[in-house]
């Protein structure tokens, strides 16, 4: 479904990514793991559109990607929750997600009852503002905007991060659905490794900006991925 190869990136004059190689297939979890700071965000803001690469190839769903923007990205079927969530604090929450109709065309400007069945808190929240919902409700509502888009690939930048508990747990559950319903890669960058290796399929390890490890999780042992990933 999304193939890069020899990917980099920078920031300015500073270089961030040397050469990534990823593929993520549809109806599989690809987890990109690793320390703070070795690039996983840049990554999937290379994914995204949200900051150009500088060079390598990029196919989606077998058609070679050029340096589009985001919202071109979008179009073609990336979805992407970033870090830190980027819900519009002052619009509601209907409002939030009517957002995503601009990847839409006009006779799919509707709310999935999906949506509403894997986060139903949103349904009882629909005229409140966005940023008067709890971390943990602003995830299921940036999750909930990337589906409305119907995305080939789903990217998701920490989804766990500063989350309670049994909203953890939800969002592993919409993923493991989202992963069985066969029609979607995701890519999950997460630092919560017990959650991450419950979920992925396939991992990759960065360290200062190139992968590292790589592999199906049949292929690495557990301790030699968390020692690779930890401080």
Known sequence: MLDTR????HYGGSQILYGIDLSAEAGKV?????TNGVGKT???KAL???HQRTAGSYKLD???IGRIPAHMLAQKGIGYVPQGRDIFPLMTV??????AYACLPKSEHHIPDEIFELFPILKD???RRGGDLSGGQQQQLAIARAMITKPKVLLLDEPTEGIQPNIIQQIGRVIEYLRDRGDMAIILVEQYFAFAYDLADTFYVLERGAVTMSGA???LKREDLLAAVSV
């Not at 020899?6 to 990136?9: A, G, H």
């Not at 690809?30 to 690793?34: D, L």
């Not at 209907?94 to 957002?99: A, C, D, K, L, Q």
């Open 6 to 9: 020899d990917l980099t990136l």
């Open 30 to 34: 690809t987890c990109v793991m690793g």
């Open 42 to 44: 840049s990554l999937l």
């Open 48 to 50: 995204s559109g949200t």
């Open 62 to 64: 077998g058609e070679d």
């Open 94 to 99: 209907r409002e939030n997600m009517e957002t």
């Open 125 to 127: 929240f629909m005229n």
């Open 217 to 219: 999780k049949s292929e």
